[in-house]
């Protein structure tokens, strides 16, 4: 495919800052095998041997590592930042029998064919127009297929609203090694401890379980709790290298779920550790 960005779109900007990210992140997946299975939860991505896949907007190629561990039969992405050698690199391992194909452009307005699963995992929310980005999802999921997406909630981020959005609008314009090191990595020190006291308190039984859950942030810090500081460290920078970051309310995700290519039963759209949503479906089947 050719590269289809505009050198100039606030998108293409965005995904420079995210590539910088990626491409300074260290070899392999940042994302460990339990990670990739929460964030793609209702789906199984063992059930997709034999598949063909496609992943819109995949970063150093951290998820795309899993998924073709799973060996489906062809795995495709499309990714706007310059990240291709870095995400090459990472999937030199994958299994032989998968064909992987990786293309660099603008997802909105790839044209890629149609997938038995197509995922988009952390993207939609970092766009110009989340709801272009939700349009590409669907217009590549083959009829009967299925369609999994992950987008930061408005709700449950009041903090991070508060306080992060400020120092990302700051942490956006400096030059990436200055807000890796100088910004992020100073600023994680005090979450890093927040999390980890957190995880303390659950551990003491039921009722410390009860009140680190409604502390803020608590369910996703209980969650984040379990990683090491690196992917800490990974986390803030990825926070504040972003241009454009939006938090999407509930309603607006549910109606994205209403196009009338999806399956109405078919549809789910749930909180993931009290500050994102994950939601997805099925595209309707061809009519016989």
Partial sequence: MPDLSSPDSADRRTADAFAE?????????????????????????????????????????????????????????????????????????????????LHRGDLTVARLGEFDLVYCIGVLHHLTSPEEGFAAVLRHTAPGGRFHGWVYSREGNLVVRLLVEPLRRVGSRLPWWLTKWFLALPLVVPYFLYAKALAWLASRGAAGHRAAGLLPLGAYSLWIARRSFRFFHHVAFDQLVAPRTAYLEKPRVARWLTDPEIEPGSVYLVQRNGNSWKFGGRRRAASP
């Fill in 21 to 101: 990210s990626w491409n300074h992140v260290g070899a392999g997946s940042v994302y460990t095998w339990e990670q990739f299975r929460d964030w793609l939860a209702p789906v199984d991505p063992l059930e997709l041997a034999g598949k063909e896949v496609l992943e819109l907007g995949f970063g150093n190629g951290s998820l795309l590592v899993h998924m073709a561990a799973c060996r489906p039969r062809r795995l495709v992405g499309v990714e706007l930042g310059d990240t291709l050698e870095t995400a090459r690199a990472n999937l030199a391992a994958a299994p032989a029998e998968t064909i992987i194909e």
